[in-house]
């Protein structure tokens, strides 16, 4: 995915740009010769499958979570903001993103392991010019729900930053807050707030 | 195409008053209630009609004043007497149980099928009567409300308080049917009884917010994906979508003259508190700054108003003065303060207080001080009664969101819980003057 690194490194992304007409080829472009455009659209299409099922059948997501099929995501390397580890096309197809990003309590940082997903549902969105996000801030029940509401938009907003951050546009990404009134999970315990101060990635 | 979801079909619908089917009584659970609460007697009151008796006149009274924690009704069986008229009254006898007040009075079916009713309320130290009132043409439904206005005549008579025993409260019941939730806005008399729906949803409902003259209720409702404020009458033929602006349109809160809606917008950047000119739809921006600023309330004299702010890294409770713009912090004990509620009298504000848990936290403006005055688990969303006595708030209980009362200096509560499901977001209604 040297796209990505592109779309961050002003002078590469203009090189880019020069020698491509969209953005599917540029991302062509500036892949390996021997990665063909046919693979590149296989990642996606694999890619776009995994979130239409995780949305389509969250129960299914959550199972797979337990399992730990997102422990690969977790063993990701660091990734410090000068250098932003890549994801291979292989990798990524290796790979089941839940859409969902979890946070701290009353916190609102995008972590190292979301920023994983962000980039794994933004290459999706980098492939799919046409497509456009929901992003929905959830928070969990401690505190007030109209601070919440307002803390569940803040979450979704910093995850749409982390989205524009790996080139998607800002006009392409729906930011929208339910704060503490729909949990993921209604137990009143530290594992259910845990799993409900989350943020929610859907297709618009 | 990355269609994922299909937009969901968000089923709304409100309900009139008319609607008595699936009733969510609350049930009162009284707690705690002080030992010194004085002793009154409440003599049954005579029924004259057909039939059994349509409501138990001096019950209704008796639990009222018991929840105060400041009287406690003699139980009908330590009656000595049940007089129906001054000239009965053997005072000696009353005194002895150290009674200082008798209440007497009539239910009286008339011939149209309504109700009259008299009551007659007896100093016994003085041996007269000090109270003496009539209603005519009373419908059974209504027996109730004058159960109350009795209560608050003699409320007011012993305390010199005015009673808010004829208010009325609202809230919201959360019901998990096949495992989808089920979210009514309910409006109930300040003792539980008589509630009615006045919206279902499949989506959330927060945030009600009285209207001061208690005709309108203005809420945040999700029925179209995301936060949206309207504004419903009780009688439910008006009701409309007053802000559906980008990012978040939340905690409403109507101004004392009316006029004016406080609320929480996000259009402009991070959640801020704006000001809605009812009439003209006018915003006026009153807060600016990038960090949240929601949960607005008035204070009583309609010259500021409190409001939450994590502008210090934690929410906490500020002020700020609509003639001047000037913004003063309020809180500062603990780091998390939110969701302010002005008393009427506009000395103390209540607020959710965040350490070792969250309780409800008292600050008395006058003499500076901070007491925690709640012990139960989850507390948020306090509502001062209209007198200023009490506080009606939102808990957790067993796991299971509950409404709870506690008079101000804490020495009162009770829980008021529904039977199936959950109850949150309770706002108590203003004083009605009829």
């Known amino acids: 995915m040297h796209w990505l690194k592109g779309s961050l490194l002003g002078a590469l992304a203009l090189s880019v740009v020069a020698c491509s007409s969209t953005p599917k080829n540029a991302s062509e472009a500036d892949m390996d010769m021997a990665n063909s455009e046919q693979q590149t659209e296989d990642y996606a299409e694999k890619a776009r499958l995994a979130l239409e099922k995780a949305n389509a059948d969250k129960a299914e997501v959550e199972v797979l979570q337990a399992e730990g099929v997102n422990g690969q995501a977790l063993s990701s390397e660091d990734m410090g903001a000068e250098d932003l580890p890549e994801v291979t096309g292989a990798d990524a197809m290796a790979h089941t993103f839940e859409p969902v990003i979890y946070f701290g309590y009353d916190q609102f940082i995008v972590d190292d392991t979301s920023l994983e997903t962000v980039k794994h549902y933004a290459a999706i969105l980098v492939d799919n010019p046409d497509e456009k996000i929901q992003l929905i801030g959830h928070t969990d029940e401690r505190g007030t729900p109209e601070y919440n509401l307002a803390l569940g938009e803040r979450r979704a907003k910093a995850v749409a930053e982390a989205f524009m951050l790996y080139g998607v546009n800002t006009s392409r990404i729906a930011v929208i807050t339910m704060g503490e009134e729909v949990p993921a999970d209604l137990a009143h315990t530290e594992a259910a707030w845990a799993k409900n101060r989350r943020v929610e990635i859907k297709a618009q | ?434």
Not at chain 2, 106 to 135: A, C, H, P, S
Not at chain 2, 238 to 258: L, T
Not at chain 2, 306 to 324: E, H, I, K
């Open chain 2, 1 to 434: 195409m990355l269609l994922l979801t299909k937009r969901k079909f968000f089923l709304v619908c409100v309900l009139w008053m008319v609607s008595l089917s699936s009733r969510a009584e609350l049930t009162i659970q009284i707690d705690q209630s002080s030992a010194s609460a004085l002793p009154i007697a409440l003599i049954p009151f005579e029924f004259e009609g057909k039939g059994l008796r349509p409501e138990a006149m001096s019950q209704i009274i008796g639990q009222n004043l018991f929840r105060t924690g400041k009287f406690k009704a003699l139980d009908e069986s330590q009656l000595p007497a049940k007089p129906n008229h001054l000239k009965a009254i053997q005072f000696d006898r009353w005194k002895a149980l150290g009674v200082d007040n008798l209440l007497m009075g009539r239910l009286i079916e008339t011939k149209n099928g309504l109700y009259q009713i008299e009551m007659r309320f007896v100093d016994i130290l003085r041996k007269e009567q000090i109270m003496g009132k009539r209603w005519t043409g009373i419908t059974k439904s209504n027996l109730r409300q004058v159960a109350h206005k009795i209560t608050d005549l003699i409320y007011k008579e012993l305390t010199g308080i005015q009673g808010a025993f004829n208010t009325k409260i609202a809230y919201v019941t959360v019901k998990t049917k096949n495992n989808n939730r089920h979210f009514s806005l309910e409006v109930a008399d300040a003792d539980g009884h008589n509630s009615h729906p006045i919206l279902r949803s499949t989506n959330p409902i927060m945030s009600p917010s009285w209207s001061p003259d208690g005709k309108q209720l203005a809420y945040v409702t999700f029925e179209n994906g995301r936060s949206e404020i309207v504004v419903q009458s009780l009688d439910g033929l008006k009701r409309e979508i007053i802000a559906s602006y980008k990012g978040i349109n939340g905690a409403p809160a109507w101004s004392p003259d009316g006029k004016k809606m406080a609320l929480t917008l996000s259009k402009d950047g991070s959640a801020d508190v704006y000001l809605m000119d009812m009439k003209t739809r006018h915003l006026r921006r009153l807060t600016r700054n990038w960090a949240i600023e929601t949960e607005a309330v008035w204070a009583p004299n309609g010259h500021s108003l409190f409001f939450n702010s994590d502008r210090r890294g934690q929410p906490q409770v500020f002020q700020v003065f609509l003639d001047t713009g000037e913004i003063r912090r309020v809180s500062f004990i603990g780091g998390y303060n939110a969701n302010p509620a002005v008393s009427p009298d506009g000395r103390y504000v209540a607020m959710v207080h965040g350490h070792k848990g969250f309780h409800i936290g008292l600050l008395d403006l006058y003499n500076e001080t901070f007491n925690v005055i709640t012990k139960t688990y989850l507390d948020e969303s306090p509502s001062f009664s209209p007198n200023g006595e009490m506080i009606l708030y939102a808990m957790n209980q067993a796991g299971l969101g509950k409404l709870a009362v506690v008079s101000i200096d804490s020495s009162v509560t009770q829980v008021l819980s529904v039977q199936d499901g959950e109850v949150r977001a309770p706002s108590w209604g203003p004083l009605l003057n009829e």
